[in-house]
């Protein structure tokens, strides 16, 4: 059983299929707690758990951690708690909507995702739907995702991207408690979609990140 953790604005497990989630949020001393309450309200990290679990073909088990801070500050701190987290209760799959496109942000993050990189973690993190310079998507030891239009029949990768980036098609139904909507093209959503192929393959083998790479480049309809 492959371990996803999201790392988001919590989970309503009453509205999507997967019931059986484990909820995590962070609190004020910045460490990471198991709790039992989680949003009523249809959040974007419900629609990403959405997503995994009705694109992947396997089982995975799904750890949300609800980040959700108002100051810039406190959300990078807490965003490297969370991270630091998965490293040290062996996720397999860290899937990252959230970033930071400042640059005082790159060395913290940078360490960040390079000591789950060196954990063997997967990290699979949203660029910017501004096209601005992420991070930490647009590290080389993080597979960064975009939306495509072009990656409807499959994961594409952009001429001059980096090696570790690709895109896919964020706009994939979803069931949610009987209704059935369309999630919208951002890049948040398109990384969901690729934890679930990500997901999927490591639960089939165990691939290090270098492998994984060239896993995902032979299944590119562009390759």
């Not at 060196?118 to 647009?138: C, D, F, L, M, R």
């Not at 995902?216 to 390759?223: R, S, V, W």
């Amino acid at each position: 059983m492959i371990k996803v953790a999201i790392i988001d604005d919590g989970v309503c497990v009453d509205k999507i299929k997967q019931q059986d989630i484990n909820l995590f949020r962070i609190n004020k001393q910045g460490l990471i707690m198991r709790t039992k309450n989680y949003p009523k309200t249809l959040t974007h990290g419900t629609l990403c758990a959405a997503i995994i679990s009705e694109m992947t073909r396997y089982y995975h088990e799904i750890n949300s951690i609800k980040v959700k801070v108002k100051n810039k500050n406190g959300k990078i701190e807490a965003l490297i708690s969370a991270i630091d987290y998965c490293v040290a209760n062996n996720i397999d799959v860290i899937n990252l909507s959230m970033g930071s496109t400042s640059l005082d942000d790159e060395i913290s993050l940078r360490e960040a995702t390079k000591q789950a990189y060196n954990a063997g973690i997967i990290v699979v993190a949203a660029h910017s739907n501004e096209n601005k310079k992420t991070y930490p998507a647009s590290f080389e030891q993080v597979i960064g995702v975009r939306h495509s239009e072009k990656a409807r029949n499959g994961i594409y990768h952009r001429k001059g991207d980096l090696n570790s980036d690709f895109c896919t098609y964020a706009k994939v139904p979803l069931t949610l408690k009987r209704k059935v909507i369309t999630a919208q093209p951002a890049n948040s959503f398109a990384t969901s979609v690729m934890t679930a192929v990500v997901a999927d393959m490591l639960f089939e083998k165990k691939y290090s990140f270098d492998e994984l790479l060239v896993e995902l480049h032979g299944l590119c309809i562009n390759k």
